[in-house]
């Protein structure tokens, strides 16, 4: 057997697997936001018309669609940096010297990492319970009035950006911490000796080392983050007065509620499109931040 | 084996009137699916997508004309024709008519559910009312008289998310719900706008507050401890307040027809119907089943495991539903209803209706503004329908 | 700040950050083991007055959770073994299979990764129906049969092997596939570790493909079950959080046992890629 042929076998299942189930429906998907498919075309393929960009279009047009988008872009906004800083925070106390029960402390700051989504997000949803939650009780034992969490549109969003930071901050946490371990120590030495207060060694050895990890993370943590579907659909159902819902969650009404297939998926080229532009800004302001760095593919 | 989907707690009590049809039928295998009445809509759909529907299913009678335009249904006229069990004189007329499709019949009627009010008997003689509201004036007189908020009291539960309470509302009005044959939207009628203004000042009051069912929790035993008053809901409530609450409280809490604009309003025509679905191939079992359960007697026990209604004015006369007090509302809203506009996208129409109204409650819009939002959504939603409806008529003129 | 505060201080956060992370889990096991009812109350109980078993009972007798958890084994072990040879083959080609344009096939998939994974689902459920596989096993698992991700990572590790020795089987006449079995496969033991426990994480935790593809309750997996049980059973917090126990339990087992290849895995795969 020679080393082509080999080769191509090894990959035949995988490339199969990648392109009958991810790359034609991909393009399908782009045929299909041009149509107006919809449940009487499902019933009727004579129902079916040619719509060309009216989708998007439309999807220009409407308030929910713009709002969506506000919503999805207010998590990815907020929650990224705060889970990101969660993540380094922990990962900075993990790798301290002075941290002790290292195995324990990772192990338990990890575990929400492994939960399942809908699990999790089922106890959030009885833990800030505005009547019954600990969450509310707990304040009011300081004073505090209790708050509609998952209630109020002005809170449901920040409720859930608090449950996201949670559940997600332990997996970043992992890779930072490699990222550390991987600094040079005679680095942080020399800055002792010559009298760099712990913030200073922060700001000028830790994050310019950990720059390219923080750039990796940044871009796979925007993308996850915009991504954002479970956590509405199982926590607030898109509310209240839609202030949950988010441009997948839209993508999901629009397609496998309504039915309304060409729409769903120019909602999901749109989304594509969008997350695309985001991750190439990043790449860019990277790349003029630092000239010398190279990101290895 | 045959499949059958039921939604909500019909499911539970099935279980328990299978066993009799199975001894009778040995050669019937019936597969019973218990799903979430909140996804019901969304199960249906997908399953038709699909291709993945079950043989038979509970089908809310407002979605028959989506199932029907999507010809996912077999026609039943013929079955009714040769059964001596289904008698169509015997089922209220409304609610057969909900049934019945530009001519054809679609489905049977299995149980009816028309929203009344639940009530608490014992709040209302304290705060001096003998009897429980028929206009929407004396309703609004009770609700500001039995609400306290600062005590955590309401006059009513109403649910931001449920399109069904506001909907009674707007059936009461001479206004349709719907233009032109179902091809515009008429939110902006004054009919509709005065229902809006009712529902809407209800929370502006404080006599409900605004929340989802989501974060009602269990309103059984918030009724049962007097933070609601009135509830409006449907017919297996009955069930759900008897299995829930104390047998202490049970003579606390009564049911009434609903109130109207002027005088005692009109409720909804709704239900479940029992249908079969085209590409079913058990369509013989299907139906004997549908005639098992529409048996006068099989209904009355049916209503007494979960509290539901029977279409058959026969299964009236006998059982525990002939004395029953908390029933006896119902029997009187059901010869006052009204059905939903018979459009397939009427069920979207209805959820961007009510997320309209659930920002004029929050005082996002006013009035005028949610109607005219909620015709943009609705004419927009009926686009195409508006399109096969010139489609159709011009197709026979052109093959002429 | 003298060390002996900034140990404290450091421990200590340590401390409160495990208890966040810890504090919704060890309160949905407590709750599960409630009475109904129990939960709400105020104060909220933190502990069941009298520890029962009744709502698993009620799970698995009349909620048919008991079907759930074993549609997620099947379905996530299905996933991972099928996926981890494929992955496995695709990786190693990659990485040490000589062949025309293979860095241009690679450098393409790697850009497919920024098509979200979102955007096909809509004519893959399509493609399904027509071949009949919309409410079965088989379309959860197979769109899951393969991943970039999963080809990335072998070939990351598979590229530190020494082509010397697949070169000497080559000599001593050893197939392609052999060399693949006996040579290879043994190498890459760690990475498989690793890549099998995150697929089977990832398989048993997926949410939106499932929940789209599967339409009877049948075919659920534990996080579809879970999801359509909330939107009935909203109000009974004890079932729910048994519920939440039995979808979190497995997972949370397999990686206590597993952690050391899992997080070392994780960690090693981040400094190379």
Not at chain 1, 255 to 266: D, E, I, P, R, V
Not at chain 2, 86 to 103: K, M
Not at chain 3, 232 to 261: C, K, N, W
Request: one cysteine or more.
């Amino acid at each position: 057997m020679n080393a082509p042929r080999a080769a191509w076998l090894f990959l035949a299942p995988a490339l199969l697997v990648l392109g009958i189930f991810f790359l034609l429906p991909v393009i399908g998907a782009l045929g299909l936001s041009l149509t107006d498919y919809d449940l009487y075309a499902l019933a009727d393929i004579h129902n079916l018309r040619f719509v060309a960009l009216h989708n998007y279009l439309a999807l220009l047009q409407r308030p929910l669609f713009w709002s969506a988008l506000g919503h999805t872009v207010y998590f990815v906004a907020v929650g990224v940096p705060l889970s990101m800083l969660t993540s380094l925070g922990a990962a900075l106390l993990l790798n301290s010297p002075l941290a002790r029960c290292k195995p324990f402390f990772r192990t338990a700051l990890f575990a929400p990492v492994v939960t399942t989504v809908v699990a999790v997000a089922v106890i959030w949803r009885y833990l800030f319970n505005t009547k019954y939650g600990i969450a509310n009780f707990v304040l009011g034992q300081l004073g505090i009035h209790p708050i509609d969490w998952l209630g109020d549109p002005h809170w449901a969003m920040p409720t859930i950006i608090l449950f996201a930071v949670w559940k997600n901050f332990g997996y970043n946490m992992i890779i930072f911490l490699a990222g550390l371990q991987a600094i040079p120590p005679e680095l942080y030495e020399a800055a002792r000796i010559d009298g760099a207060s712990a913030w200073r060694q922060l700001r000028h050895i830790t994050v310019p080392m950990l720059g390219p990890t923080l750039l990796m993370v940044g871009i796979l943590t925007v993308s996850g983050y915009f991504q954002l579907f479970a956590e509405p659909y199982v926590m607030t159902e898109g509310g209240p007065l839609q202030s949950t819902t988010s441009v997948l969650y839209l993508m999901y009404d629009e397609g496998f509620k309504w039915w309304n297939l060409g729409s769903a998926s120019a909602v999901a080229f749109l989304l594509f499109l969008i997350m695309f532009a985001v991750t190439a800004v990043m790449l860019k302001l990277a790349r003029c931040g630092e000239p010398r760095e190279q990101e290895p593919a | 084996m045959l499949t059958f989907w039921t939604f909500g707690p019909e499911g539970e009590v099935m279980q328990q009137l299978l066993p009799e049809f199975e001894r009778a039928h040995p050669d019937i295998h019936i597969k019973l699916q218990q799903l979430p009445l909140s996804a019901a809509h969304q199960k249906l759909l997908t399953a038709f997508a699909g291709g993945s529907t079950p043989d038979m299913t509970q089908l809310g009678n407002t979605w028959i004309p989506e199932m029907v335009a999507l010809q996912a249904l077999e026609p039943l006229q013929s079955y009714v024709d040769h059964s001596r069990v289904v008698q169509p004189d015997d089922y209220f007329a409304s609610i057969w008519a909900t049934n019945v499709i530009d001519g054809t019949l679609y489905g049977v009627p299995w149980y009816v559910d028309t929203r009344l009010l639940f009530y608490r008997s014992d709040l209302l003689k304290k705060a001096g009312f003998d009897a429980p509201p028929t206009t929407w004036a004396q309703w609004r007189r009770m609700l500001a008289a039995l609400s306290d908020p600062a005590q955590h009291r309401y006059g009513i539960l109403l649910p931001t998310n449920e399109y069904q309470q506001l909907m009674s509302l707007a059936l009461q009005q001479p206004d349709p719900l719907l233009r032109d044959g179902g091809r515009y939207g008429n939110f902006e009628s004054a009919g509709f706008k005065r229902a809006l203004r009712f529902y809407v000042d209800t929370f502006r009051l404080h006599q409900a507050p605004a929340i989802t069912n989501v974060e009602a929790g269990n309103p059984w035993s918030e009724f049962g401890r007097g933070v609601y008053a009135f509830y409006l809901s449907g017919p297996w409530n009955i069930g759900e307040f008897r299995a829930r609450l104390p047998a202490s409280e049970q003579a606390d809490w009564s049911t009434a027809p609903l109130p109207g604009p002027d005088s005692a309003g009109i409720g909804v025509a709704g239900g479940s119907s029992l249908v079969i679905f085209r590409a079913s191939k058990h369509k013989a079992a299907a139906w004997a089943l549908i005639e098992y359960l529409s048996q006068p007697k099989v209904q009355q026990r049916f209503y007494g495991l979960v509290g539901d209604m029977p279409p058959r004015r026969s299964s009236w006369e006998g059982g525990a539903l002939r004395d029953d007090p908390k029933a006896r509302a119902f029997r009187e809203q059901l010869e006052h209803v009204r059905p939903t506009p018979a459009v397939p996208e009427w069920e979207r129409i209805a959820n961007a209706m009510q997320l309209q109204a659930a920002r004029a409650v929050a005082g996002e819009l006013t009035i005028d503004q949610a109607a005219a939002e909620m015709d943009r959504q609705a004419d927009h939603i009926l686009e195409k329908r508006r399109w096969m409806l010139d489609h159709a008529a011009r197709a026979p003129q052109a093959a002429r | 700040m003298n060390p002996r505060t900034a140990k404290l201080l450091i421990n200590g956060l340590l401390l409160g950050a495990s208890a966040a992370a810890l504090f919704p889990l060890l309160w949905m096991l407590s709750v599960s083991l409630m009475h109904p009812g129990e939960a709400g109350a105020l104060p909220p109980p933190l502990w069941p007055a009298h520890a029962t078993l009744h709502n698993y009972r009620e799970l698995f007798l009349r909620a048919g959770m008991g079907r759930y958890l074993l549609n997620s084994l099947a379905v996530s072990t299905a996933i991972t073994a099928l996926s981890l040879a494929f992955n496995l083959m695709a990786g190693y080609a990659f990485a040490k299979l000589r062949f025309a344009g293979r860095e241009r096939l690679f450098r393409a998939l790697l850009g497919a990764l920024v098509i979200p994974a979102q955007v096909a689902m809509l004519p893959l459920f399509l493609l399904l129906k027509t071949v009949g596989l919309v409410d079965s096993y088989a379309g959860v698992i197979m769109p899951a049969m393969a991943t970039v991700f999963g080809i990335f990572l072998v070939r990351q590790y598979a590229r530190s092997m020494p082509d010397e020795l697949l070169e000497a089987a080559r000599i001593d006449g050893a197939g392609e596939w052999r060399i693949f079995v006996q040579i290879v496969l043994p190498l890459m033991k760690p990475i498989m570790v690793t890549l099998a426990i995150y697929t089977f994480l990832t398989a048993w935790n997926d949410f939106m493909w499932p929940l789209i593809v599967l339409t009877g309750q049948d075919h659920y997996t534990l996080p579809i079950g879970l999801a359509s049980l909330a939107r009935e059973h909203a109000q009974d917090t004890e079932l729910m959080m048994a519920g939440s126990v039995v979808t979190v339990l497995p997972v949370l087992a397999l990686f206590l046992l597993l952690q050391r290849y899992y997080l070392d895995g994780l960690m090693l795969g981040s400094v190379k890629g």
